[in-house]
């Protein structure tokens, strides 16, 4: 936004400096040289004759060439430049003021053949006025269209700011149904089984829910927040399986040192849950996640088993877990992160590294 506001100013800003230089060229012409009566007369006629072409500029840019997309638009386009070029021919010619004549031997060497036979003896006629007030135009032109390819540019970036704004929500909003729908199937799981374990299983879940609902509502969070919650999500399934499952869980680093975007590590665990476990005997999950403080790097690792009748892409099977991950780092953290999936035999592992 502060880069935004700076380029408009900036472009309100160039103009106006080419064109205090532009007003001040004549009194570092050799105008200055000539005799007091004819260098004040001729100094007010050159920059009235300039003030003239900024106006003219002016007018082109924001008022007549936007007309030139209009329908009959080159027409009275046309027309309308014809009207400002007689305008300017008629105010060099009636509104510039009085300039003395003087003996030919005062004026500079090459006498009077460099002023034109107007009004007052020096104003230029129609051909000579019609070089400046063609560079104008053309500059005037040129600066227009680079005002409308800066102002289509700005356009595209916010339809694409708007359109990623727009995935990203969409896709958090996916991830967090599909985890509650699994967590839910767990609390199921309990409720057959009339377990003890079903109240500190609903408190480990008021938990998950309130960083779900009030914590993670923001583009980042605290990456000991998101640690915090993961470690809550695997100590509810290990409420659930109880000694069904080995689960080795390994974090190191200072995680309360940075940020992270919110709901990003758990879909990596919810994954091996659900291929890790159920017809397997004595599944195994290890879930590495380290902090490279010095690189500012964040490394996770998630390594269950698989029975040999899962073929296929383990990404693609899980739905929209890993899928919808994959596309939030593109959008977050794009060109720093690593993404690999391996698998080999029984064994599936996640291998991921961000830089944050």
Same mark, same amino acid.
């Given at each position: 936004?502060?880069?935004t506001?700076?380029?408009?100013?900036?472009?309100?800003?160039?103009?106006?400096l080419?064109w205090?230089?532009?007003?001040?060229?004549?009194?570092?012409?050799?105008?200055?040289?000539?005799?007091?009566?004819?260098?004040?007369?001729?100094?007010?006629?050159?920059?009235? %004759?300039?003030?003239?072409?900024?106006?003219?500029?002016?007018?082109? %840019?924001?008022?007549?060439? !936007?007309?030139?997309?209009?329908?009959?638009?080159?027409?009275?386009?046309? %027309?309308?430049?014809?009207?400002?070029?007689v305008?300017?021919?008629?105010?060099?010619?009636?509104?510039? !003021?009085?300039?003395?004549?003087?003996?030919?031997?005062?004026?500079?060497?090459?006498?009077?053949?460099?002023?034109?036979?107007?009004?007052h003896?020096?104003?230029?006629?129609?051909?000579?006025?019609?070089?400046?007030?063609?560079?104008?135009?053309?500059?005037?032109?040129?600066?227009?269209?680079?005002?409308?390819?800066?102002?289509?540019?700005?356009?595209?970036?916010?339809?694409?700011?708007?359109?990623?704004? %727009?995935?990203?929500?969409?896709?958090?909003?996916?991830?967090?149904p599909?985890?509650?729908?699994?967590?839910l199937?767990?609390?199921?799981?309990?409720?057959?089984k009339?377990?003890?374990?079903m109240?500190?299983?609903?408190?480990?879940?008021?938990?998950?829910?309130?960083?779900?609902?009030?914590?993670?509502?923001?583009?980042?969070?605290?990456?000991?927040?998101?640690?915090?919650?993961?470690?809550?999500?695997i100590?509810?399934q290990?409420?659930?399986?109880?000694?069904?499952?080995?689960?080795?869980?390994?974090?190191?680093?200072?995680?309360?040192?940075?940020?992270?975007? !919110?709901?990003?590590?758990?879909?990596?665990?919810e994954?091996?849950f659900?291929?890790?476990?159920?017809?397997?005997?004595?599944?195994i999950?290890?879930?590495?996640?380290?902090?490279?403080?010095?690189?500012?790097?964040?490394?996770?690792q998630?390594?269950?088993?698989?029975?040999?009748?899962?073929?296929?892409?383990?990404?693609?099977?899980?739905g929209?877990?890993?899928?919808?991950?994959r596309?939030?780092?593109?959008?977050?953290? !794009?060109?720093?992160?690593?993404?690999?999936?391996?698998?080999?035999?029984?064994?599936?592992?996640?291998?991921?590294?961000?830089?944050?």
């Amino acid at each position: 936004m502060h880069k935004t506001k700076y380029k408009q100013v900036l472009h309100a800003l160039v103009p106006m400096l080419i064109w205090l230089v532009v007003l001040s060229l004549p009194f570092f012409s050799r105008v200055v040289n000539l005799p007091p009566e004819m260098r004040n007369g001729l100094l007010k006629s050159q920059v009235l %004759t300039n003030v003239l072409l900024i106006v003219i500029f002016y007018v082109h %840019t924001y008022l007549v060439y !936007p007309l030139k997309d209009k329908k009959n638009g080159m027409v009275i386009y046309i %027309t309308l430049l014809l009207v400002c070029f007689v305008v300017f021919i008629i105010a060099n010619r009636f509104l510039m !003021p009085e300039i003395p004549r003087f003996p030919r031997h005062d004026f500079p060497p090459g006498g009077t053949d460099h002023f034109g036979k107007g009004r007052h003896g020096f104003m230029p006629g129609p051909p000579m006025a019609f070089l400046p007030f063609a560079f104008v135009i053309m500059v005037s032109y040129c600066y227009k269209l680079y005002l409308d390819k800066q102002q289509q540019e700005r356009l595209i970036a916010e339809r694409e700011r708007i359109h990623l704004k %727009t995935e990203l929500e969409f896709l958090s909003s996916q991830i967090s149904p599909h985890f509650m729908f699994n967590l839910l199937n767990t609390l199921v799981g309990m409720a057959r089984k009339k377990s003890e374990l079903m109240e500190p299983s609903l408190i480990r879940l008021s938990q998950l829910m309130r960083y779900m609902l009030y914590d993670n509502d923001g583009k980042q969070i605290n990456l000991g927040k998101e640690v915090d919650y993961l470690k809550n999500y695997i100590n509810l399934q290990l409420l659930r399986f109880a000694d069904d499952v080995r689960i080795e869980l390994q974090c190191s680093g200072p995680f309360e040192r940075y940020t992270i975007a !919110p709901m990003l590590l758990i879909p990596f665990v919810e994954n091996a849950f659900k291929h890790g476990i159920g017809m397997l005997e004595d599944p195994i999950i290890i879930i590495k996640l380290a902090l490279d403080e010095k690189e500012g790097k964040l490394r996770l690792q998630v390594m269950n088993e698989v029975v040999a009748a899962q073929v296929g892409s383990p990404e693609r099977s899980s739905g929209i877990g890993l899928a919808n991950v994959r596309r939030r780092l593109e959008l977050l953290y !794009p060109g720093r992160f690593v993404f690999e999936i391996k698998r080999a035999d029984h064994i599936f592992l996640i291998e991921l590294e961000i830089t944050l």
